[in-house]
């Protein structure tokens, strides 16, 4: 999805503000499950024990609904700018704009689930 929507945006196919949420949100999330198995790996923390994932595991994410739609709303919007040469004789721009913004705002509020939700990220025992 990444590599896709920064493609798109190198081709002035997604507005820049579309693409900043959806990579930002991404960075944040990436950047957060770092903090937390940082956190959460037992001492000492050393760079072996930390890429260790699947002998010493320490905390699991578990994505919630919003999460899930979002991700489908992000693959559809982005499968159908990569086919909008194809498609805009069919469908008019301004779906691709309004699915943007929808897409933009299911962005912003599913990184933000993920923030401040306490069931998003559950320890390991």
């Known amino acids: 999805m990444t590599v896709c929507t920064l493609s798109l945006a190198y081709a ?3 507005p820049p503000v579309i ?3 959806i990579i ?3 960075v944040l999330l990436s950047f957060m499950s770092f903090y937390y198995r940082f956190k959460s790996l ?3 923390r050393t760079f072996d024990r930390f890429v260790s994932i699947g002998q010493i595991p ?3 994410v578990h994505p919630n609904l919003l999460g899930k739609l979002n991700t489908a709303l992000q693959m559809l919007y982005i499968g159908s700018l990569v086919y909008k040469p194809i498609l805009e004789e069919y469908i008019a721009d301004s779906f691709f704009n309004d699915l943007g913004w929808i ?3 299911t962005t912003l509020l599913s990184g933000a689930s993920y923030v401040f939700s306490k ?3 559950k320890y390991v025992k």
């Open 58 to 60: 320490t905390i699991s």
């Open 12 to 14: 002035h196919s997604i």
């Open 24 to 26: 930002g949100r991404d």
């Open 103 to 105: 897409v933009g705002a």
């Open 42 to 44: 037992p001492l000492p």
């Open 19 to 21: 693409a900043s949420i």
């Open 119 to 121: 069931s998003s990220w």
